[in-house]
Antibody, heavy 116, light 107 residues
């Protein structure tokens, strides 16, 4: 069974850093494309980052140069390193496997709050 | 960048209604268009991918169509479980974009 479990969310001050994780089971994180999608409170979905099986990564303009997506094959885990956080980065962060394709899967999300 | 809009932003409907949600793009898209349903506090659920392919396990009252700059999600005979927010999502040049969403609520 495919499962994704995010963790690492919490409260951080503006300008601070945080790394959220997505532990997966039932598939290999390095053999699929993996994405991060966020949702600010009461707002819509916003795609954040993607990592393809061949290692290529892409980020939305809103987080480029601040966020970095990565993976650990041995831990079968996806990460999102978030630096220089802003108040408008406050959101639930979801990881997703094969976004937009048949059979895609999502985690339950982890809340990141950026506030002083 | 491709801009995506959805209409309407809110739709009031009754059980049994036929509902149509439209997603428009600022330029012509390929068929890599998906539709998601989201309920409060839950992760989105894929309904349709590649414009018109029904995800496994999704009821056949959901259907998708379209091409170019206009795509639609249709729900035939709306059921109580269908009251939710719906998002279109597009893939192009390795990047992904979500539409702003359409909330379907009780009339």
């Amino acid at each position: 069974e495919v499962q994704l479990l995010e963790s690492g969310g919490g409260l951080v001050q503006p300008g601070g850093s945080l790394r959220v994780s997505c532990q997966v089971s039932g598939f290999t994180v390095s053999r699929n494309y993996m994405s991060w999608v966020r949702q600010a409170p009461g707002k819509g979905l916003e795609w954040v980052s993607v990592m393809y099986a061949d290692g290529r990564t892409y980020h939305a303009d809103s987080v480029k140069d601040r966020f970095t997506i990565s993976r650990d094959y041995s831990k079968n885990t996806l990460f999102l390193q978030m630096n220089n956080l802003r108040v408008d980065d406050t959101a639930v962060y979801y990881c997703a496997k094969d976004l937009g394709l048949g059979g895609d899967s999502w985690g339950q999300g982890t809340l990141v709050t950026v506030s002083s | 960048d491709i801009q995506m809009t959805q209409s309407p932003s809110t739709l009031s409907a009754s059980v049994g209604d036929r509902v149509t949600i439209t997603c428009r793009a600022s330029q012509a898209l390929s068929n890599w268009l998906a539709w998601y349903q989201q309920k409060p506090g839950k992760a989105p659920k894929l309904l349709i991918y590649k414009t018109s392919t029904l995800e496994t396990g999704v009821p056949s009252r959901f259907s998708g169509s379209g091409s170019g700059t206009e795509f639609t999600l249709t729900i035939n005979s709306l059921q109580p479980d269908d009251f939710a927010t719906y998002y279109c999502q597009y893939y192009n040049n390795y990047l992904f974009t979500f539409g702003p969403g359409t909330k379907v609520d009780f009339k």
